[in-house]
Each structure stands twice: as C-alpha cells, then as structure tokens.
C-alpha cells in the first residue's frame, strides 16, 4: 500500500479541528471589527478566501517528503531574501509605503504581498537543515564545534534581519531574532553556551527595566533618544498611553474596550469602542469587548492546544525517527507562534509596545494567514515523516 493514499487518513485531525475553530473565530472577529468604518472592503469575504486558499497550499506542503524540502532549502532561502532585495528597490507604483514602512508589494486583484512574511518560513527552514548537517558531521559537540553553528546560524539570519530593518519592520525582526534563537537553544550546543545566550538578553531587559523604573527622565532624554522616531512614540505611549494622547492611542482604546467587555463581554456586534486597525492588529481587543474574559480564555486555549500539538509532533519525530531536521522545524514553527501570541495580545493589554504583529489565525491579512498556514503544512509534513516509520515498520518494509 502507498502511505500516500492514506494522507487523508493520516492528517492530524486534532490539529485540523484547531485550525477550523480558529477560522471561525477569525471570520466572526474580523466581521465585527471591520464594521468601525476606518477601512471599506469585504474582508470577511477576502478572509475567507485566504483561508480557503492557505488550507489547500497547507495540504499540499503537507504531501511534500520532509526531505525534498530539506534539500531545496537554499532555493527557497534564495527566492524569499531576492523578494525582499527587489521590495527595497522597487517603484512606489508596486511598492507604496503603509504607516511609513516599505514592507508590501501592491499587486493588483491580489491585494498586498508581504516577502517578510514567508521570509520566517524560509528561516526556520534553513537553520533547521544547518542544525541537522552540523550535526551529522560533529555528532559529538564541543565549544569549538558550537562555535562554529552559531556563526553559520548568525551568517544565514543577519542578511534578511538588516534588510527588513531597514524598511523599517521592528516586529518582523524580532520575530526573525526569535526563530534563530529558538532553534538554537533547541539543539545540542553546550549548556554553558546555552545559559551565556539567555543570560546576556535577561541582563539587558533587567537593566532597561531598572533605568525606566528608578530613572524615568535619563531614559526619555538619553536613551530613548537614540532611537527612530515612530520606535520612540510607540515606547512612549506603551509606558504612558494617556499621557501620549497620540502614540498611546490605540493602546489607551485597547485597555478601554478590553475592560469593559469584563467577564462575559457586551454581546456579538455591541461593542462600542473605536480602535485603529481593529480588524489587523486589534483583533484580540474587539473579542475581549464583545465576549469579554470567557471569549479571550477560549481563544488563548485554542492556542495553547495547537502549541501543545505541535510540540508532541516535534517530540515524536525526534522519538521515533530521530528526525533532528523535521524537529528544529517545529520548535521554529512553535516559537513564531508563541511570539506573536504573546507580543500581539501583550500589546493590546499594555503589557508590552504596539508592533505591526498579527495575532496568528485571528487577525486579518493574506500574507500573515498564508505563510502560518504553510507552518502547519510543513508541521504535518514532519508528522508524516514517522508516519510513514511506523507504517513501513508494521509491515516489514525497508525500516522494518
């Protein structure tokens, strides 16, 4: 028998059941955000189509051997990182600046094409095959031999990470920081260079946290300074919204309708607080409002359910088929999501700076929905990697 007729069969239906639910959630959300009046367009529609599209180009990912994928990586790194040289070059005619960042391509009947996007993809695709290669040529690790990956690790992140800062896209390059540590720190570098790369980020966040609570002016005069304009307002109106009328906006409003909703919301199209870009980067906001604390519980468990999944998947590849390449895989596909839950919902509570972060699977926008959709393909694809194991093995076949 071919495995590959029995792809249906085999699809994490867990994980399918999670993705729809998180698709209802979405077009329910966006219907009601998008009816403030900032923006006209049948984003309900338009979602709709992004998701129906992401899920056949998931399944289509998901049918793809791990390995093939493995081996073209170069290719993909090369055609994401073509994408965002051109983005910079390219005319205003294709290329239109939006809040002042350079970060889309406006294609007609398309809509907008972000290259970052799919950038995140390629990355975690890229330095999982360098984890896995390095260590099939030093399987026994060293200082020297860690050394070594983390200058390969750092020569293929700093290219995309400089380029999209320029543009310039904050939470997009903390994202890309997020995935090269995470794998990272997943593989099987020394403990000491473990506790060195967390320690030195722990250090400066403690710092930072010191200077802005016991040196409030030095921080605003001196340091904040040093920073971009549109970085220094979102700081400013993170640390104080109503004090920064204009940069705290949108947080002031988050706080406002994310408190008034309390425990069980206003009700499904009540909500009464207006919030730029709601139906994007405010998604979480209007379901606080509308179902208040119960709604925003049932979404951060819907996520906390595929995260758990994902994470099973990553150690039944590494269990099963000692598949280091299809498990970094994951542990990047993880540690994207973690970091846009965290920063996105973070944001909209005042607990962390705005960023143009999407909540994953929620917020609207084809780029961001496409390229996590082809997460989950490349997740189920590693799925199917010990599937395929454990099948042959059960007959006999050439593992068995």
């Known amino acids: 028998m071919n495995p590959k007729k029995t792809f249906l069969k085999s699809y994490d239906s867990i994980l399918l059941i999670i ?20 923006y006209n367009g049948d984003f309900v529609i338009k979602q709709s189509a992004f998701y129906l599209i992401g899920m056949i180009i998931s399944i289509l990912v998901a ?11 170069w290719i993909i790194y090369g055609t994401c990182l073509s994408l965002l040289l051109i983005l910079m070059f390219a005319p205003y005619s294709i290329a239109r600046p939006v809040n002042g960042a350079k970060a889309w391509f406006q ?10 996007e799919f950038m995140k993809i390629s990355l975690i695709i890229s330095i999982s095959a360098v984890v896995d290669q390095h260590y099939k040529l030093y399987p026994i690790a060293n200082l020297k031999k860690d050394l070594i990956l983390l200058s ?12 999209i800062l320029i543009q310039p896209d904050t939470g ?8 090269s540590i995470s794998i990272t720190l997943s593989s099987k570098i020394k403990l000491s260079l473990v506790v060195l790369l967390i320690s030195i980020p722990a250090l400066i966040v403690s710092a930072l946290l010191v200077i802005i609570s016991k040196f409030p002016v ?7 300074s040093l920073l971009m304009p549109h970085q220094r307002s979102r700081i400013e109106g993170w640390l104080d ?13 988050g706080l406002l309708a994310i408190g008034t909703g309390q ?9 009464s607080v207006y919030i730029p870009e709601e139906h994007t980067d405010f998604i979480f906001a209007n379901i606080g409002e509308e179902f208040g604390f119960i709604g925003g519980a049932i979404v951060i468990t819907l996520f906390f359910l595929l995260l758990s999944r994902i994470i099973n998947i990553a150690l039944s590849a590494l269990n099963h088929t000692n598949n280091l390449f299809g498990s970094m895989i994951c542990v990047g596909t993880i540690s994207v999501l973690a970091f846009q839950i965290f920063q996105n919902i973070g944001m909209t509570i005042g607990l962390l700076p705005v960023t143009g972060i999407t909540l994953p699977f929620i917020s609207y926008g084809g780029s961001s929905l496409l390229s996590n959709m082809i997460l989950i393909g490349l997740t189920q694809s590693v799925r199917n990697s010990y599937n395929d194991y454990m099948f042959y093995s059960s007959i006999g076949g050439k593992y068995g």
Request: hydrophobic share 45%; glycine share 6%.
């Open 19 to 38: 993705i729809f639910s998180l698709m209802i959630t979405s077009i329910v959300a966006v219907y009601s955000a998008s009816r403030n009046g900032q």
């Open 63 to 73: 049918t793809i051997d791990i390995n093939r994928i493995k081996k073209i990586n």
């Open 107 to 116: 294609l007609p009947f398309f809509g907008t094409l972000q290259p970052s």
């Open 152 to 163: 390969e690790i750092l020569f293929i992140t700093l290219p995309p990470i400089l380029i």
């Open 172 to 179: 997009m390059t903390m994202l890309l920081i997020v995935i």
């Open 218 to 224: 030095y921080f605003e005069r001196r340091m904040l």
């Open 241 to 253: 919204p109503f004090a920064h009328t204009d940069a705290g906006f949108q947080t002031k409003q």
């Open 263 to 271: 425990l069980s919301g206003k009700g499904y199209l009540n909500g």
